[in-house]
């Protein structure tokens, strides 16, 4: 018997297909690669179209900024102004209302200095046997000085 000989094959194939072309139109600020294998590439790209968008979009800000800061100043101003006229007229109506009442309290000094007068008046008479007549004059003489003081703080209102 015979023995018969060995034999094996092996066959391998790799296909790498590489497209070097790109076609690009327009406005492209933009980095193309093509056919390119086992590479490492690093790519920095700025679009400038965008960078100068943020600068405007900044310089915007920052006038709207700057206006506001000054509508709120003037808006402060105007508050103090406004704060300003009020306590004066607030202390005028107060030194009115005071100088109001110093007259209303020398004339109510003056009507009791003149019902004590009409008192004694009244005793001395009455020790004469006119006392109903000086009563009456009294009476009278308060009454007036009453209705006055009432006319008096009325025309100060």
Do not use: C, Y
Not at 9 to 22: A, C, R
Request: no cysteine; aromatic share 2%; proline share 1%.
């Amino acid at each position: 018997m015979g023995k018969g000989g060995s034999s094996s094959s092996q066959s391998s194939t790799q296909n790498t297909n590489v497209n070097g072309t790109s076609a690009i139109s327009g406005d492209n600020l933009g980095v193309v690669l093509s056919g390119i294998n086992d590479s490492s590439i690093n790519v920095t790209a700025t679009d400038h179209g965008a960078m100068k968008a943020a600068e405007n979009m900044a310089k915007a800000a920052m006038a709207s900024n700057t206006e506001a800061i000054k509508s709120n100043e003037r808006v402060i101003d105007k508050s103090f102004d406004f704060g300003e006229k009020s306590l004066n007229a607030v202390s005028k109506t107060n030194s009115e209302a005071i100088d109001a009442m110093k007259v209303l309290a020398a004339q109510s000094s003056e009507n009791t200095r003149t019902a004590l007068k009409v008192a004694q008046m009244a005793k001395t008479h009455e020790q004469t046997g006119t006392a109903p007549q000086m009563t009456k004059v009294a009476l009278g003489v308060s009454g007036a000085l009453a209705v006055g003081m009432i006319a008096l703080a009325w025309s100060k209102k």
